[in-house]
């Protein structure tokens, strides 16, 4: 398994969850990582994404500001800070890499699902109103 994605569960609204990649793809720190989401009827849709070093973030519209991206190479994980919940964010989340030559100094953070090789098997969080 290249990543395993974990810490998703049943949350009220307005409250939080911490979900957790764990990769073992080797050299991390060559590789952007994102995470996204797919709930029931809807196409998957990037929520975050990080540069390779970590200097570099993006964020979808509809998280901005409850949710936060992070990583620690040297542990190749990769973490999402949910606050704030609401019934809208239930959806499966899923981690994701992409291995590529972009390092922090271009400024670009990959948020098309389609550059991205390398995914979890995908965890549920579930808000209930």
């Known amino acids: 398994v290249q990543l395993q994605a974990c810490g998703g569960g049943l949350v009220q609204a307005g409250g939080s969850l911490r979900l957790s990649c764990a990769a073992s793809l080797r050299t991390f720190s060559y590789y952007q990582v994102a995470w996204f989401r797919q709930a029931p009827g809807k196409e998957r849709e990037c929520v975050a994404a990080?540069?390779?070093?970590?200097?570099?973030?993006a964020y979808a519209d509809s998280v901005k500001g409850r949710f936060t991206i992070s990583r620690d190479n040297g542990k190749r994980t990769v973490d999402l800070q949910m606050n704030s919940l609401k019934p809208e964010d239930t959806a499966v989340y899923y981690c994701a890499a992409s291995l590529t030559t972009l390092d922090d100094t271009l400024g670009i953070v990959l948020t098309d699902s389609r550059h991205y090789g390398y995914w979890g098997q995908g965890t549920l969080v579930t808000v209930s109103s």
């Open positions: 990080m540069s390779r070093g970590g200097g570099n973030t």
